[in-house]
Nanobody, 122 residues
Framework: QLQLVESGGGLVQAGGSLRLSCAAS??????IGWFRQAPGQEREGISC????????SYGDSVKGRFTISRDNAKNTVDLQMNSLRPEDTAVYYC?????????????????WGQGTQVTVSS
């Protein structure tokens, strides 16, 4: 059974950096997406990486600040977050694509981690 576990969240000042990691077990090679959800808001897709790591995508709100990468030997997908802003505050989730490719549609992901909190203070 596929299981995803996020780590690396925490409290950081605006302008700072954090690196999130998503560790997969029972892993079936698939695209992995990072999403976030702030209180009272819908879950937002922010980045995705294909199974091979050859293609990545980013939402407009994080483009140029966040970088996604994966190490298939270690079954991990990382999200490097730089120049953090207070509006980046949210619970961050990684998820495995149900159809194998990348999408920003939460309905196309069928395995989710438990989430990790990121708080950016002003």
């Amino acid at each position: 059974q596929l299981q995803l576990v996020e780590s690396g969240g925490g409290l950081v000042q605006a302008g700072g950096s954090l690196r999130l990691s998503c560790a997969a077990s029972g892993f079936r090679v698939s695209a992995i997406g990072w999403f976030r959800q702030a209180p009272g808001q819908e879950r937002e897709g922010i980045s995705c990486i294909t199974s091979s790591g050859s293609s990545t995508s980013y939402g407009d709100s994080v483009k140029g600040r966040f970088t996604i990468s994966r190490d298939n030997a270690k079954n991990t997908v990382d999200l490097q977050m730089n120049s953090l802003r207070p509006e980046d505050t949210a619970v961050y989730y990684c998820a495995a694509s149900a159809f194998g490719g990348c999408s920003g549609n939460v309905r196309l992901y069928n395995h989710w981690g438990q989430g990790t909190q990121v708080t950016v203070s002003s």
